[in-house]
């Protein structure tokens, strides 16, 4: 290993699905001498996109990790997808670099994802550069423009497209030539005055002397400071396709992007909840180990693979690490860095660098890695992901798969963290969600190709509610005599609705022993019996109150079983009196959507029973409705809404509280339900 901590630069390529970031990725690894070709997505020979899924779509679904190293620089470069389908990875990426490289294609303008990375970058605290793409014959004048006026005035351009978009030319380092549009010389003066003026010191030597007076050393601190609080946010031009601005791309990075020790500081805490407090972790190499794992792979042939970033100390092959507050560490045996699907063994890992370590089962993702108990009850600040709400539930198509689909479904959900599986123990279904149909597809039929197992899938079903309307009485008697010792048990109860969200009461209100307290027990046992199973169409009751007043027994024949089957049916004869009624789930539902589809949003929500509470306003021309809305309205809104915005909108629901369901809906419910109680 040649390079140091200040040698290394951290990369994310991000942006909108068909801004050729693979592409850009190739070309950097080419420019950089770590390939000699440069692979096409088209014929599925590039270093990033190597699943056969990835090859089949044309584009990627899992981030990409390979490094270049020019001289004593060693370039960390993180390709990631942009459909939105996939953000759990991207986002993942932005827990292991200093700089995020948002890709704009030229010809199609500020996109959707566009918007989305820069949040997220910003919201991280990382260094920003927009890289904008396929400069031949994109009006990269107007894209300018666009940019400056979406993200700020803080976007200018540190070069600019030549000869038509065939080559670049430098404004910042040697400001020399002729550019496709505006001059040179004024970009040059721009981005020099909004360096400058970040640092005083820099600002008076540059009042004092002009240019001439700055030396290299301050007018590289004062770029670096612009970086860290987004003071600066370049624009490059580069055409990945013709390699017009890729050696500057890389010179770029090499020069003037921050490396660990540049960077703003990772927000580690120490600590939960209250009592957690902020740590900066050192990039010292002789400290003790703090890394971090943002990324898992399942390989089905190297077993589970655990991409970290160093954030302190050095991990060396056969290191000791402990996982979080783990007591017991394992031995680092083989430690790997990456280049696409191959994985090359070294010696270390140091501060600000990625590797990897293979077969350990306990390391999960956003662990933290660490050689000392003095790092005990370390984290990482959680990246915030967006919620996966699409959800399919799923079984298997072959019996005694069971714990095959358990166990596949685990492994998926550690790769990606937008992927999550439930299971519903009330509904008694496995239930998985993720960011839209497409995800859930193609995780499906990796789970399928991967590791053997097909599954059946369904909508998932709404956990409803059944609960009473007014006051009613109920009465039953048990009696049953088969020879010898019989069944006798009676019970009268009464029964009445609480508010929303009460839960369920038991009243014992019986008087001179007509039920003896060792049976009481049993007549509670009988009515949540029903009360987990419903009376009228199968969902768990609750908001009630049962009071048990009065009943018989006999010195012989009254058991346990008797007064349980007693409690059971007395309970359902109050309920048929009750006025029973269903109770639906309603979440609290944010849409974002730009602003020229608001008027199709909220019609759609209307017809969702969906009561809107307001709107409100953010940057970029995007609205977020705020509402109310049925659960069961909502199941499918990913395709709805993508529908509607061209793929631009995206939600988010909580849930709120039960109300009570339409007529109709519950008549359609109650008419399919079978019932399951048993005849006693």
Not at 1 to 21: F, Q, W
Request: charged share 25%.
């Amino acid at each position: 290993m040649s390079y140091t901590t200040e040698g290394i630069r951290n990369i994310a390529l991000v942006g909108h699905a068909s801004a050729g970031k693979t592409t850009l990725f190739e070309a950097l690894l080419q420019s950089g001498g770590l390939i000699q070709t440069q692979g096409s997505v088209e014929r599925g020979s590039t270093v990033s996109d190597f699943d056969p899924m990835e090859k089949e779509r044309q584009h990627s679904i899992a981030d990409t990790i390979a490094s270049i190293d020019r001289g004593d620089c060693h370039i960390n470069l993180i390709d990631t997808p942009g459909h939105p389908e996939f953000r759990g990875p991207t986002l993942s990426a932005l827990a292991a670099v200093e700089t995020c490289a948002i890709v704009v294609n030229a010809h199609n303008g500020i996109e959707y994802s566009t918007h989305r990375m820069m949040e997220y970058a910003k919201a991280r605290n990382l260094c920003r550069v927009l890289v904008v793409n396929k400069i031949d014959g994109g009006n990269c004048r107007a894209l300018v423009e666009q940019l400056r006026e979406t993200f700020g005035p803080e976007c200018l351009p540190i070069n600019l497209p030549a000869q038509g978009g065939k080559s670049v030319v430098d404004c910042f380092f040697k400001p020399d030539g002729v550019a496709d549009f505006d001059s040179v010389a004024a970009a040059h003066q721009r981005i020099i005055d909004q360096v400058v003026e970040i640092n005083e010191t820099v600002m008076g030597h540059y009042l004092d002397e002009g240019e001439q007076g700055l030396s290299g050393e301050e007018l590289h601190d004062a770029f670096e400071q612009c970086l860290r609080e987004g003071h600066l946010v370049p624009i490059c031009f580069v055409s990945a396709r013709t390699g017009a601005g890729v050696k500057e791309l890389l010179e770029l990075i090499e020069r003037l992007a921050p490396n660990p020790k540049e960077g703003n500081p990772p927000p580690f805490v120490k600590g939960s909840g209250a009592d957690a407090t902020p740590i900066e972790a050192q990039p010292d190499p002789a400290a003790h180990v703090i890394a971090d794992v943002w990324k898992i792979v399942n390989d089905p042939f190297v077993g589970k693979l655990s991409i970290f970033r160093v954030y302190q100390g050095t991990v060396r092959k056969d290191t000791q690490l402990f996982i979080d507050d783990g007591k017991k560490p394992f031995k680092v045996g083989h430690l790997f860095k990456l280049k696409g699907k191959d994985h090359v063994e070294i010696d270390q890992a140091i501060p600000g660098d990625i590797a990897a370590v293979a077969k350990i089962d306990e390391i999960h993702f956003d662990a933290v890695l660490h050689d000392s108990h003095d790092e005990d009850q370390i984290h990482l600040k959680p990246l915030e992901f967006p919620v996966p709400m699409f959800g399919l539930a799923v079984e298997p198509a072959h019996k005694g798969q069971e714990q095959k689909l358990a166990t596949a479904l685990a492994k998926l959900g550690e790769e990606d963290p937008c992927f999550r599986v439930d299971h519903n123990k009330e509904l008694n279904e496995t239930v998985v969600r993720g960011l839209s149909d497409l995800h859930l597809k193609l995780m499906l039929e990796r789970m399928k190709e991967r590791y053997g197992v097909e599954v059946k899938s369904r909508p998932p079903r709404i956990a409803y509610r059944e609960t009473v309307g007014t006051q009613a009485e109920g009465h039953h008697r048990h009696k049953k005599q088969t020879g010898g010792a019989g069944q006798f048990g009676e019970v009268f109860l009464r029964i009445e609705p609480l508010e929303r969200g009460g839960g369920f009461e038991f009243v014992d209100a019986v008087k001179g022993g007509t039920i003896p307290g060792q049976f009481l027990p049993a007549v509670e046992k009988g009515v949540r019996q029903v009360l987990d199973h419903g009376a009228v169409a199968g969902y768990q009751m609750q908001d009630v109150r049962v009071t048990v007043y009065d009943g018989k027994y006999h010195p012989v024949d009254s058991k346990e079983v008797a007064f349980v089957a007693a409690g059971k049916k007395a309970f359902l004869d109050a309920i048929a009196k009750a006025r029973p009624t269903l109770l639906e789930p309603v979440v609290n539902l944010e849409v974002f959507v730009p602003d020229n589809h608001m008027g199709d949003v909220t019609g759609g929500l209307a017809s969702k029973r969906a009561r809107i509470s307001g709107t409100d306003s953010l940057r970029g021309g995007e609205i977020i409705i705020k509402a109310q809305v049925p659960l069961a309205e909502v199941t499918d809104y990913q395709t709805e809404l993508k529908s509607l915005t061209g793929g631009r909108g995206r939600y988010a629901i909580e849930f709120s509280h039960y109300e009570i369901v339409p007529a109709q809906v519950q008549k359609h419910l109650v008419d399919s339900y079978k019932p399951r109680h048993e005849e006693d």
